[in-house]
């Protein structure tokens, strides 16, 4: 069985672009969660969505943004790219929002210039 | 407030030799979860094992236990019988129903197995 895929894995963006990262969950996971990992740090929860929901929001600007679609694969956007945002970006998936195993993607390296 | 506090400096460990990383959490939520990931330099997040708040034994999974202690509020990692291919960043996460569920993470540790 496939595991949680993620796309693209690398990507450079100038400062004020937009981007979109999308992740596909594991077969019959109904949950998606993104995080976000700078250099050095442990991952930051950024959004989660259950059953096409947004279920959670962490503490993260209005530029970032998030989707489920209908299949339940997600969809991460952010505006106006800051230098800052550079980071990988995980996203997690689960088979239900209240979960004792979440499974990662390998992620989307974000670099912005 | 940290919620998660992961605080041992980088180890190096010897080939077939135990190691344990710290983790001690904070939390008010009478049900949580608990959660230990392996990060490889290649960067993804390799789930390793899982201790609900409730459960009575202590987690186990191949060569991987997890020391729960919950009135310290202590969630220890053990490797036993350490491989090369486990030199990686760990790291412990908790996940509260207070807190729709996200995962709070620490900040790792790094381990180097040696030959």
């Known amino acids: 069985d496939a595991g949680v895929t993620q796309s693209p894995t690398h990507l450079i963006k100038t400062r004020g672009q937009h981007v979109t990262l999308r992740c596909s969950p594991i077969s019959g996971h109904k949950s998606v969660s993104w995080y976000q990992q700078v250099l050095g740090q442990g991952p930051q929860f950024i959004f989660q969505?259950?059953?096409?929901?947004?279920?959670g929001r962490g503490n993260f600007p209005d530029r970032f943004s998030a989707r489920q679609f209908p299949n339940y694969s997600s969809e991460l956007n952010v505006n106006a790219l800051l230098l800052g945002d550079s980071a990988l970006y995980l996203c997690?998936?689960?088979?239900?929002?209240?979960?004792?195993?979440?499974?990662f993607g390998q992620g989307t390296r974000l670099t912005v210039v | 407030a940290q919620k998660i506090t992961q605080t041992q400096p980088g180890m190096f460990v010897q080939e077939k030799e135990a190691v344990t990383l710290d983790c001690t959490y904070d939390t008010s939520d009478p049900s949580y979860g608990l959660f230990w990931y392996k990060q490889p330099s290649s960067g993804e997040m390799i789930f390793l094992i899982y201790q609900g708040s409730y459960d009575q034994q202590n987690a186990t999974e191949g060569r991987y236990s997890l020391n729960f202690q919950k009135a310290r509020k202590s969630a220890n990692l053990v490797i036993s019988a350490s491989q090369l291919g486990d030199s990686a960043m760990y790291f412990c996460?908790?996940?509260?129903?207070?807190?729709?569920?996200?995962?709070?993470f620490g900040k790792g540790n790094q381990v180097v197995v040696i030959p």
């Open positions: 996460a908790m996940r509260e129903t207070v807190g729709n569920n996200r995962l709070a």
């Open positions: 997690a998936s689960s088979f239900r929002g209240f979960y004792t195993e979440a499974f």
């Open positions: 969505y259950y059953e096409k929901e947004e279920r």
